[in-house]
């Protein structure tokens, strides 16, 4: 997998999910927990953002 990244990208990915872009390349695996970490914490985040919305305008 030819993955292009900036040493940001990489600090970011081994600060939020303790590997680099290089093991995340290389393990099928490693990218579904990465990819299923960020969808729930997307998640979390838009649920978060609602609630702050919901009380801001009541």
Known sequence: MGLTY???MEKGMFQAHD???AEYGRKLETQI???KKRSREYEESKKIHSEME???HR
């Open 6 to 8: 900036t040493s940001e």
């Open 19 to 21: 590997i680099c872009f």
């Open 54 to 56: 919901r009380q801001l």
């Open 33 to 35: 927990h990465v990819e």
